[in-house]
């Protein structure tokens, strides 16, 4: 079984008084109804589930109406085996995007507050049969992504005392000992060829096969290209399936300033491409990374619309787009060029994204300087550079002089941990799960 952080935020709502429903989105074939479900078993007597796509009959339950002692007698009558009790029963309906007088009911189980109600669906983001009557101030919400790296390292068989004693060598800004260095270096590596979809790493513990694992992650992006076709609008399929498709070219093949819709194709421009992006980002199968023109503090008051990076929300949907070979050369660390510093930058996005922040970039066209990443924290604002190899940090450290804002400074790189003396902390990659 993977371990997921999820878990513990679950069992935090469940503790909480005034808990609402609670809504856990996040793209295909993250864990979400593994996760649940696992939780529903462990924490409540009875877990009643209903998966939309799986029996669409089930959207009878909420034909009608959606009073909770109606939807309760209903329920009972399609499952006679349970009791559906108030404090006992845990109801998640699963699949939720394809029921929309399901996600209308939400509102009524949160106003009743007799019955726990988790409700999980892809796809939430996108505006398709979406009824009115959305119950905006009625529930909770969780996203669920891929596994992050320290999850990843807990199924490659790593203590949580291990991963706690690397994050506290990273807040106390001391060096890894070389020998763990150089293993979770390795692991670094096996993630970046991986991924952290869960099928994927689950299919590589069970068979040691890159074989196997990549079947799946190609698998899996063939089910995205089909949530495309089939959920997007008639007028997005086609463009919004090319922009997904050119980010493994924008990442890995160029060096990379920002998303250029010429990639995308011949002559492609910002008016055709924008609104497929958007849906992208919506579906969860994609993230920007905005330009901001100043390192300060709030990044949203600087950025330049329509300048971005894209990413893929995990690194296996990255790697499907690639020839098979490329994973050899990842796990040997053979890799060079704008190939080797796009896997590092997507490594890192992936790693800010899951653990839950925006993603801006720094680009000064008269200076010329960049910063690849830059997150806020406690008012301020974080420049983070990322480093293929141990190269210095010369617009770093510059932009660490100039702005007034910046107090912190990361390089993640191929290095072990280290503080120079203006103050930019060198962290591994593997590091940046802590940012």
């Known amino acids: 079984m993977l371990e997921r952080k999820i878990q513990e935020q679950l069992r935090a709502w469940k503790a909480r008084d005034d808990r609402k429903a609670l809504v856990v989105s996040g793209a295909r074939q993250v864990g979400k109804t593994y996760a649940i479900e696992h939780f529903g078993g462990e924490s409540y007597p009875e877990l009643v589930t209903i998966n939309f796509k799986e029996t669409p009959s089930a959207a009878a339950v909420f034909q009608g109406d959606l009073t909770v002692d109606r939807m309760v007698q209903a329920l009972r009558f399609r499952f006679p085996d349970c009791d559906v009790a108030p404090g006992r029963t845990l109801l998640f309906f699963d ?25 999980s669906g892809s796809l939430l983001g996108i505006d398709y049969n979406r009824p009115s009557s959305y119950p905006v101030g009625y529930v909770d919400y969780l996203t669920l992504r891929g596994l992050d790296f320290e999850e990843f390292l807990w199924a490659q068989g790593f203590g949580a005392d291990l991963t706690l004693s690397i994050h506290q060598m990273f807040d106390a800004r001391e060096a890894v000992p070389s020998a763990i260095h150089d293993q979770l270096m390795g692991h670094y590596r096996l993630f970046c060829a991986l991924g952290g979809m869960p099928e994927v790493v689950q299919k590589y513990e069970e068979t040691k096969d890159f074989r196997v694992a990549d079947r799946v992650q190609r698998a899996l992006l063939q089910d995205y290209l089909y949530d495309i076709a089939h959920y997007a609008s008639a007028s997005e399929k086609i463009k919004a399936e090319k922009c997904f498709l050119s980010i493994a070219g924008q990442l890995l093949g160029k060096e990379n300033h920002k998303f250029q819709y010429k990639v995308v194709e011949r002559g492609g421009k910002a008016a055709k491409f924008y609104s497929s992006v958007d849906w992208l980002t919506r579906a969860d199968m994609a993230a920007t990374s905005i330009n901001v023109t100043s390192l300060s503090y709030d990044l949203t008051d600087y950025e330049i619309e329509g300048n971005f990076r894209l990413y893929c929300t995990d690194v296996s949907l990255l790697l499907a787009m690639r020839d098979f070979g490329l994973k050899q050369a990842i796990v040997e660390g053979t890799l060079t060029g704008n190939t080797k510093g796009g896997l590092c930058e997507s490594f890192v996005a992936d790693a800010l994204l899951k653990a839950g922040h925006g993603l801006h970039f720094y680009r000064n066209e008269t200076t010329k300087r960049e910063i690849d990443f830059v997150i806020q924290d406690g008012g301020h604002v974080v420049p983070v550079e990322v480093k293929a190899g141990r190269a210095g940090a010369n617009s770093l450290r510059a932009v660490m002089r100039s702005s007034e804002d910046v107090e912190l400074a990361y390089k993640v790189a191929d290095a072990n941990v280290g503080v120079s003396e203006d103050g930019v902390v060198t962290v591994p990659h593997y590091m940046a799960m802590y940012l």
Do not use: H, M, N
């Not at 007088?101 to 009743?112: N, Y």
């Open 95 to 119: 699949e939720i995007q394809e029921c929309p007088e399901a996600i209308t009911s939400l509102k009524f189980w949160t106003a009743d507050g007799r019955y726990d109600v988790i409700a």
